[in-house]
T-cell receptor, first 113, second 115 residues
Framework: TAGITQAPTSQILAAGRSMTLRCTQDMRHNAMYWYRQDLGLGLRLIHYSNTAGTTGKGEVPDGYSVSRANTDDFPLTLASAVPSQTSVYFC????????????FGPGTRLTVL | AQSVTQLGSHVSVSEGALVLLRCNYSSSVPPYLFWYVQYPNQGLQLLLKYTTGATLVKGINGFEAEFKKSETSFHLTKPSAHMSDAAEYFCAVSEPMGGSYIPTFGRGTSLIVHP
């Protein structure tokens, strides 16, 4: 079982460019999340989705957008990247929002120059 | 609003020594509590969790944690550290907000194990 896959593994992006980070899960989980991990700040929730068709804002949503067209996919889009968005991004999923174990993908390391 | 405090960004122990990683939370209602571990260049994986019932929770790799409501704590312990325990450890809390459980992570504690 693949669990959660993320693509790309890493990316260098010029400031002002747009990019979509992909996340796919094969566990049929209802809830999905996007986090960013920065040194000394731990994981901070960007956006989440309780179920297909619904999304919500986390702690640090500005500059990011998400969609949840189906159960399996939860892409994260940076419309116009800025250097402060340099980070490692993790996608996760769980059976229900927040109350169950989250399963994490391997991460995408993004550098915005 | 919930918050999670992990005391100590780095904890250093000798191999065979007791491991104690501290986690305190603030929540208006009893939350769900989790400890996750992250090895270098990997995603997080669950160590253990408390939802309801017994307050002493056992997890993988010999770790355990005790939910103490009066102290709003969920400290992680292991009697004897192994070199393979060296990793980043995250405490996480979920409490209901607006009908949904929204998770919040602590800033993490890096466990260093000396031979």
């Amino acid at each position: 079982t693949a669990g959660i896959t993320q693509a790309p593994t890493s990316q260098i992006l010029a400031a002002g460019r747009s990019m979509t980070l992909r996340c796919t899960q094969d566990m049929r989980h209802n809830a999905m999340y996007w986090y960013r991990q920065d040194l000394g700040l731990g994981l901070r929730l960007i956006h989440y989705s309780n179920t297909a068709g619904t999304t919500g804002k986390g702690e640090v949503p500005d500059g990011y957008s998400v969609s949840r067209a189906n159960t399996d996919d939860f892409p994260l889009t940076l419309a116009s990247a800025v250097p402060s968005q340099t980070s490692v991004y993790f996608c996760a999923s769980s059976g229900t929002l927040g109350a169950r174990t989250q399963y994490f993908g391997p991460g995408t390391r993004l550098t915005v120059l | 609003a919930q918050s999670v405090t992990q005391l100590g960004s780095h904890v250093s122990v000798s191999e065979g020594a007791l491991v104690l990683l501290r986690c305190n939370y603030s929540s208006s209602v009893p939350p769900y509590l989790f400890w996750y571990v992250q090895y270098p260049n990997q995603g997080l994986q669950l160590l253990l969790k408390y939802t309801t019932g017994a307050t002493l929770v056992k997890g993988i790799n010999g770790f355990e944690a005790e939910f103490k409501k009066s102290e709003t704590s969920f400290h992680l312990t292991k009697p004897s550290a192994h070199m393979s325990d060296a990793a980043e450890y995250f405490c996480a809390v979920s409490e209901p907000m607006g009908g949904s459980y929204i998770p919040t992570f602590g800033r993490g504690t890096s466990l260093i194990v000396h031979p």
